[in-house]
Nanobody, 121 residues
Framework: QVHLVETGGGLVQAGGSLTLSCVAS????????MGWFRQAPGKEREFVAA????????DYVDSVKGRFTISRDNAKNTVYLQMNNLEREDTAIYYC??????????????WGQGTQVTVSS
């Protein structure tokens, strides 16, 4: 079993920045892929970003490319999502996810509880 805990959400003005963190614990995290998803009110959960075990492969949804950066520190079992130039449309609950499939499959086995990000105009 893997336990994921997200932190870093909050209220920010449009154009501002936030960094989300997700700490993983539990069974082996070796060779895991980690990702971020989000769910806005009234919408389905959508993929945001993902990163491979060694960080050599990343993937982003088109709407965040150039604004968000995913990274990880395996020594700390942590994945980050740096979010810049935030827009009101980024308002959502952000979820961390972990899986063992390649990045492109967007397939995850474990999920965190989520952290709220609210962008005001």
């Amino acid at each position: 079993q893997v336990h994921l805990v997200e932190t870093g959400g909050g209220l920010v003005q449009a154009g501002g920045s936030l960094t989300l963190s997700c700490v993983a614990s539990g069974r082996t995290l070796s060779r895991s892929t980690m990702g971020w998803f989000r769910q806005a009110p009234g919408k389905e959960r959508e993929f945001v970003a993902a990163i491979s075990w060694l960080g050599g492969t990343t993937d982003y949804v088109d709407s965040v490319k150039g604004r968000f950066t995913i990274s990880r520190d395996n020594a700390k079992n942590t994945v980050y999502l740096q979010m810049n130039n935030l827009e009101r449309e980024d308002t959502a609950i952000y979820y961390c996810a972990l899986g063992y499939a390649v990045v492109s499959m967007r397939k995850y086995d474990y999920w965190g509880q989520g952290t709220q990000v609210t962008v005001s105009s």
